[in-house]
């Protein structure tokens, strides 16, 4: 059984030029593919409002969603590296808020780390958090919970004035003392200057391939998600069409009574004469 990795061997990777594949995942069974696939790290991310649980965007989520879906992850996935998302309003009130949830995911959801949103503007909580040892990830570009900000899910760091501003985040991001950063939805030429800019592990989310690892959501890359699909998104199987197809064939069974079939029920072990007097006794 492999051991989890800790943020160590996230360095080492980085140094000697290994790629981090890494994925969200919200239930056991998903967690449980995952770790045996050979996932290098898994995100239980706020994501989970719109992929699990059917919201528009991540404001919705909550502190206790966040946790109980830590909880299912780290079940299926106990030797994998898991990252817990820190919802909307879980840091922004206040440092010492953000250290208190932090927290919580570390004694209730046995998270290895947690990532808030944000670069120069949170670089107050992240230092918070980090000195309160634990290991933080940052992430910056297209940020989900600051999406109306931004004019909705678009791609950041396009002109150079935009760059200009994510680049002052991920050095501030790293000077706070986060551990890793996530680039999101950003063009690989800024990737590639920021990877090489930073000391520690940079990864991406459709930020091109120059940096140290790459995320995906999973129900995106397995097609299990049908109200969009980001440009940055190699769907590497259709779980919906499957899901789908296997209903309707249910429903169509169902329906012209083809199931169950007689393998699929269970057989009396006494005779039918003894079951028939059974039933002569309630008439």
């Known amino acids: 059984m492999a051991r989890r990795k800790t943020i160590l061997d996230f360095m080492k990777m980085k140094e000697e030029g290994e790629k981090v594949a890494w994925i969200t995942a919200y239930d056991f069974p998903t967690a449980s593919f995952a770790e045996q696939a050979g996932m290098d790290m898994i995100l239980v991310g706020d994501s989970l409002g719109m992929v699990v649980k059917g919201y528009k965007g991540t404001i919705p989520v909550t502190m206790d969603d966040c946790i109980a879906h830590c909880q ?24 010492d808020k953000a250290v208190e949830n932090a927290v919580r995911f570390l004694k209730e959801a046995d998270m290895d780390s947690i990532k808030l949103e944000g670069g120069v503007r949170v670089a107050d909580k992240i230092k918070a958090i980090s000195e309160a040892g634990i290991v933080v990830f940052g992430h910056i570009g297209l940020t989900p919970q600051s999406s109306g900000q931004l004019g909705g899910f678009k791609a950041q760091g396009m002109t150079v004035d935009s760059a200009r501003d994510l680049i002052k985040d991920a050095i501030a991001v790293e ?54 699909t980001p440009k940055f998104v190699k769907k590497y199987a259709n779980v919906a069409e499957v899901e789908i197809n296997a209903f309707k064939e249910y429903v169509k069974d169902v329906k012209e009574s083809k199931f169950p079939e007689d393998e699929h029920v269970y057989h009396i072990k006494d005779s039918m004469e003894d079951f028939q007097k059974l039933f002569k006794e309630f008439e």
């Not at 003392?177 to 200057?193: F, Q």
């Not at 990877?195 to 140290?212: F, M, N, Q, W």
């Open 72 to 95: 299912d992850v780290r079940r299926g996935a106990p030797n994998v590296f898991c990252v817990g998302d820190m919802p909307f309003g879980s840091y922004q009130c206040s440092t």
């Open 175 to 228: 000077e706070a003392g986060a551990r890793a950063l996530l680039l999101e939805a950003v063009p690989p030429e800024l990737t590639e200057y920021i990877t090489g800019k930073l000391e520690i592990p940079v990864y991406s989310i459709g930020a091109g391939l120059p940096c140290d690892g790459q995320l995906l959501i999973c129900g995106d890359m397995l097609g299990m998600f049908q109200a969009f």
